[in-house]
Nanobody, 125 residues
Framework: QVQLVESGGGLVQARGSLRVSCAAS????????MAWFRQAPGKEREFVGG????????YYSDSVKGRFTISRDNAKNTVDLQMNSLKPEDTAVYYC??????????????????WGQGTQVTVSS
């Protein structure tokens, strides 16, 4: 079992920056690829970015590529998402997720074994 707890969400103006973090506990964190997803009201949960177990492979959705950066610290059991140049359409609940089999590139939520409770990010225009 892996427990994931997100933090760092909030309200930010368009073109601003925000960093959300996910703290993991339970089983060995470095055994899991990690990802961030988001879900806006009335929309499906969508992949934002993923990172491999060692952190050397990173994947992003086209909508955030060049603006968001995913990183992890296996010594601290954390995975972060740095979000720059935020847009109102980035408004959503952001979730971190752990995948015991993949490499961080899986875009389907069904591939992930554990989820956090989510943190709200709101970008005002």
């Amino acid at each position: 079992q892996v427990q994931l707890v997100e933090s760092g969400g909030g309200l930010v103006q368009a073109r601003g920056s925000l960093r959300v973090s996910c703290a993991a506990s339970g089983r060995t964190f470095s055994n899991y690829a990690m990802a961030w997803f988001r879900q806006a009201p009335g929309k499906e949960r969508e992949f934002v970015g993923g990172i491999s177990r060692s952190g050397n492979l990173k994947y992003y959705s086209d909508s955030v590529k060049g603006r968001f950066t995913i990183s992890r610290d296996n010594a601290k059991n954390t995975v972060d998402l740095q979000m720059n140049s935020l847009k109102p359409e980035d408004t959503a609940v952001y979730y971190c997720a752990a995948d015991s089999n993949g490499y961080g590139s899986n875009k389907s939520p069904a591939n992930y074994d554990y989820w956090g409770q989510g943190t709200q990010v709101t970008v005002s225009s």
